[in-house]
């Protein structure tokens, strides 16, 4: 008895010359190859090439420096608060006599980190901070072996003064889309 009406005979026929031979079909299927090799290329070849990316793309963080080399971070705690994957912790300090030309505020971070894999990149911390301390960069964060390697401290985040990261055309795209 049938199960269901869609039974269908399988009629082997006799192949062809054509077929016999494979050639066409093989032929056909280096067309398809080849027509690809004169198409624009979709991918770069990274590391040697990198990818131009847009100037508010999300990437690595820094921890800003003023003018005069100061650390701009007060450890007010704003970004932290803001951050919805609980990405950032801080530990504050008061700034001592003779610090001056370290930070800029009274109060300062004494331990700053990121855990980059819990980080998602949504750049509220940025918004959020009233010092301009904070942005994310067109760096990318690189990969590891151990978890432990993607908590970022100070050492990685605070930008050095012989490498200052220019971010000023992410703020003009900020004041830009807030006017
Ligand atoms: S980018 Fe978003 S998730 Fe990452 S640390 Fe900043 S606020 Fe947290
Ligand atoms: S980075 Fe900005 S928001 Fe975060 S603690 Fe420092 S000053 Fe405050």
Redesign the pocket.
Known sequence: MQLTNRAQQVVQKEMTLAERLYLPAIFAGLSITIKHLFKKKATLKYPEVKREFAPVYRGQHV?KRDAEGRE?????????VSCPAEA?T?DAAERKAGEEHLYREEKY?AK?EINMLRCIYCGL?EE????D??YLTDRIVASEFTRGKFVYGKDVLVEKMDDRIDVSQRKKHYSIVNN
């Open positions: 921890l701009n971070c007060t450890a007010c705690g704003l970004c932290a950032i801080m971070a700053y911390c959020a901070c009233p010092k301390a904070i």
